[in-house]
């Protein structure tokens, strides 16, 4: 397959994946959470690594970020900022408690997606707006961590060892998007050296707009309907 | 990977396309509305037997959603031994005909249930006419409540096996529908006559329990009117 092949694969996948790979901590991982007393650091580091490579509406934030995004430094630099909100929003949620509907939270997930999307066909600049990538993307880091914190709640973490394994969770997290944003950084610089990228890039922004769009209106519906949390 | 990887002149902060305001109005008001369309269209019903536009039953997308379910325990239970009942008991012989196997799910699995309230008991027999061997007909006596979109079911399976006959009694244990989903596997067509006497309210045609729309109380040929087995 061709490098494009690839993200339009996984672009096409996401609109049609069932909401249950999208996110949640499900079936036996829950029961072992659940079940989980004292420090136990190397199944949440796994939990965390698994959660990032496995939840595409991550990942197709992910792409959206780093689709112009040239150079290491830059990337570096974009990965730190979402890294540290993740991270914050994270560890406080969950120490002191604080949660909001997953549904919302995986809303704006997807509404992230579209605003990024937009802001790489140049949308913003078109518009007049001149809005600083970092700020959002740390923003966005942030909120993405309070979302997983709710999850993990819902899930009824032992007190016993809650700090130790949090952090395991948070450094699998960052593990987990390490491993997924290489994988989308070989296929983004491949492809960038062909001229298929010129031609697709408008494209598969367009599609990216498109599944973040979806992704939020299927939690919208989810927190009228589903009747959870 | 190196820092100083020149693909492009301009790769030396990030970049952005550039796209003119009309494509870009297009993306963004398709994305919009083709988004809104999977959403009410397809996710909403399957996911959340939800169905704004109707699309999810012309598409069949709708039939997809199902309720979580919550197994009851079916083999203990305690109540009182005696119990009142606020409706009269009545008896209804219901004939259902099966077409053979090659009639499809349509014609030769069937589903029959009886809405009782929780507590109400329920004597039953049935037969099946027309079938020889006992591993020619498949029947799974269950039940469950009917819950609101969003809300977990409950689901009580008294037993699924292979056989040509069943008697016994039940004690519904929740406000639901209870019954049988009776599969032919012969190479002929069968006639299931079920016997029910007891505390309960026969299902409408069409509603949950009774989709197929069997007629109680005539003889089998009578009983189906809204089908007609495929002619081979």
Known sequence: MRPHHILFALLAF???????????????????????????????????????????????????????????????????????????????????DLGVSSHLVDMVIGLSVSYKAFDNLGGFRKLGLEIDNRVAVGGFGLIHGLGLATKLQALGLNKD???????????????GQLIALSLILVVM??????????????????????????????????????GDT | MSEETPIAPE????????????????????????????????????????????????SGIARLWAPEEIEVDTNSASGPLSRDSEIPPRTDVIEIPLTDFLGGAKGSELEYKVAMKQGSSLIY???????????????????????????????????????LKQSGSLIAPFDGIQGWQFSNFSDGPVIIRVKLTGFYDLVPSGQEGNLAGIIAN??????RPDFQPNQR
Do not use: C
Not at chain 1, 196 to 202: D, K, N, P, T
């Open chain 1, 14 to 96: 996401s609109l049609i994946a069932p909401p249950v790979f999208a996110h949640a901590i499900g079936g036996s991982d829950a029961e072992f959470v659940r079940k989980t007393i004292g420090a136990d650091p190397f199944p949440f580091l796994y939990l965390g690594a698994k959660h990032m490579v496995t939840g595409y509406d991550h990942l197709l934030f992910l792409l959206g970020v780093i689709f112009f995004l040239y150079r290491l430094k830059d990337v570096l630099l974009y990965v730190t900022l979402f890294s540290l909100g993740h991270s914050t929003t994270l560890i406080i949620g969950v120490l002191f």
């Open chain 1, 161 to 175: 060892g809650l700090l130790p394994n949090l952090i395991a969770f948070n450094i699998g997290v960052e593990i």
């Open chain 1, 189 to 226: 610089t491949l492809w960038r050296t062909t001229k298929s990228f010129g031609r697709f890039a408008i494209a598969a922004n367009a599609l990216l707009f498109l599944a973040g769009i979806v992704l939020a209106g299927e939690q919208l519906a989810g927190y009228f309907l589903a």
């Open chain 2, 11 to 58: 790769a030396i902060k990030p970049v952005q396309l550039q796209v003119s305001g009309k494509t870009l109005a297009l993306i963004t008001g398709g994305g919009f509305i083709a988004g809104a369309l999977i959403v009410l269209g397809a996710i909403m019903p399957a996911e959340f037997n939800t169905d704004p536009l109707g699309l999810g039953k012309l």
């Open chain 2, 125 to 163: 027999e049935w037969e099946a006419i027309g079938a020889k061997k006992a591993s020619d007909v498949g029947f799974d006596f269950h039940g469950h409540t009917t819950p609101e979109p969003g809300q977990p079911m409950n689901v009580a399976t008294y037993k699924q096996a292979r056989g």
């Open chain 2, 218 to 223: 005539v003889p089998a040929a009578q009983a």
